[in-house]
């Protein structure tokens, strides 16, 4: 057996909208590792074979050292966040305890239990902030300069893992992601989701946006997770803290996303722009580049944008036929 077959992996988040995806590919690489999901409530759930789930509320810190204490893993995949741009302008508290305190509470198990084990964190596009007016394709060199509270936590806990964590660590930046199963607080979600609602004629044909001129760079959930399962199993030694961004490499105006979108149907749709979904933001186009993830792995996205949003609405059609 090789060492990956003794691997015991906890995934926080990993009932969300990229850990779902990410345990199933780890699974069919690892088809000898133990899995562990952490959710919200008390006690153990089998969820499935190799794959349990511990309801645990990563806010308290001895919740959480009790299940890492017990499960001992070898990679801890850190998924579970306060991840709401929109949230970050309105409930800073919440962002705070959410993101960079309940990342405390586990990097301090951690430290007690297994320290030297692997511990990724998903981080977000949003710690570079202005840097974004200023260069053309941010890379994990520029400077982090976030804007708002979402994008703070997150680069305060990147800064966390540096000081406390005593094993190998890989930070993701990930930029917008886009894939069946995403919330409707996001974009293309609530598109999506409009749009599979008027098809079936449950709301009047008019999709309600805020700003369609901002332009952002979307990557597919799966090219995502593909380029974390080449940085497990397939990458070059990285260094002690190893930090990427995990990103298409393009930007696209979010009007050019809802005009695919509205490609995708028939339905005859009015666009309104709503007041509520107007949200100031100096950043006009954020994109970045993923040369380095490239340079490890070979990791290239390969999904094209209109599969993308086609799986998408599927998605919102089936939610919407339920």
Not at 49 to 72: N, T, W
């Amino acid at each position: 057996m090789t060492e990956a077959d003794h691997h015991r992996v906890l995934v926080t988040g990993g009932g969300g909208f990229i850990g779902r995806t990410l345990l199933a590919r780890l699974k069919a690489h690892w088809p000898l590792a133990r899995f562990l999901v952490t959710t919200r409530g008390d006690g153990f759930i089998d969820v499935g074979p190799r794959i349990s789930a511990a309801k645990v509320d990563l806010g308290q810190l001895d919740d959480i050292s009790a299940v890492v204490e017990s499960f001992r893993p070898t990679i801890v995949i850190h998924l579970a966040a306060q991840s709401s741009v929109q949230l970050a302008h309105t409930e800073q508290s919440i962002m705070w305890s959410g993101n960079f305190q309940t990342t405390y509470n586990l990097l301090s198990a951690i430290q007690t239990h297994c320290r030297d084990s692997l511990f990724v964190f998903s981080s977000s596009a949003e710690c570079y902030g202005n840097t974004f007016t200023l260069e053309d394709f941010v890379t994990e060199r520029s400077p982090l300069q976030p804007g708002n509270a979402y994008g703070r936590s997150k680069a305060a806990s990147e800064y966390l893992i540096q000081d406390i964590h005593h094993g190998p660590s890989i930070v993701l930046r990930l930029f917008n992601q886009i894939g069946a199963g995403q919330d409707e607080r996001f974009v293309t979600a609530s598109f999506a989701a409009q749009l599979a609602r008027i098809e079936r004629r449950l709301v009047p044909p008019r999709i309600s946006v805020g700003d369609l001129s901002a332009e952002r760079d979307f990557c597919d959930v799966n090219d995502m997770v593909e380029a974390l399962v080449g940085l497990l199993i397939g990458a070059h030694p990285l260094d002690r803290t190893s930090t990427f961004n995990i990103c298409s490499g393009a930007t696209r105006s979010i009007q050019s996303v809802l005009d695919i979108l509205l490609t995708l149907t028939d339905a005859d749709v009015a666009v309104e722009i709503d007041p509520a979904r107007l949200r100031p933001s100096a950043i006009a186009r954020a994109g970045g580049s993923n040369a380095a993830i490239r340079a490890a792995t070979g990791w290239t996205p390969t999904t094209p944008i209109t599969q993308t949003l086609e799986n998408l609405l599927n998605h919102w059609r089936a939610r919407s036929a339920q």
